[in-house]
């Protein structure tokens, strides 16, 4: 499976964008899709996932309520809808695939066997 993730790009705080990650490759509906983000000096954080339909959704603390995942596996893409963007939001985010497992699993990126490349989000005050 390769991923490319797009979508990035400088936005004000308080204003929104959002990330897709396409994927090739077959039975991308197997597969359990991340977002992770890595802000300079800081070890990389998951962000949100997604299992096999997109019924089971998983959010850090930070951005609950503020971002959203979503898939479509006619499309082989996942997003990342973020809205009320803070400067703290500044990273690259990347995107990933793995064999779902436990739901721990799905939040480690340990976990995880395939990555994008990345694609980078600047938040400005």
């Known amino acids: 499976v390769q991923l490319q993730a797009s979508g990035g790009g400088l936005v004000q705080s308080g204003g929104s964008l959002r990330l897709s990650c396409a994927a090739s490759g077959r039975a991308f509906s197997n597969y359990a899709m991340g977002w992770f983000r890595q802000a300079p000096g800081k070890e990389r954080e998951f962000v949100a996932a997604?299992?096999?339909?997109?019924?089971?959704?998983y959010y850090a603390n930070s951005v609950k309520g503020r971002f959203s995942i979503s898939r479509d596996n006619a499309k082989n893409t996942v997003y990342l809808q973020m809205n009320a963007l803070k400067p703290e939001d500044t990273a690259v985010y990347y995107c990933?695939?793995?064999?779902?497992?436990?739901?721990?699993?799905?939040?480690?990126?340990?976990?995880?066997?395939?990555w994008g490349q990345g694609t980078q989000v600047t938040v400005s005050s």
């Open positions: 990933a695939a793995t064999i779902p497992l436990t739901t721990t699993a799905v939040l480690n990126a340990a976990s995880y066997i395939y």
């Open positions: 997604t299992k096999l339909s997109g019924g089971s959704t």
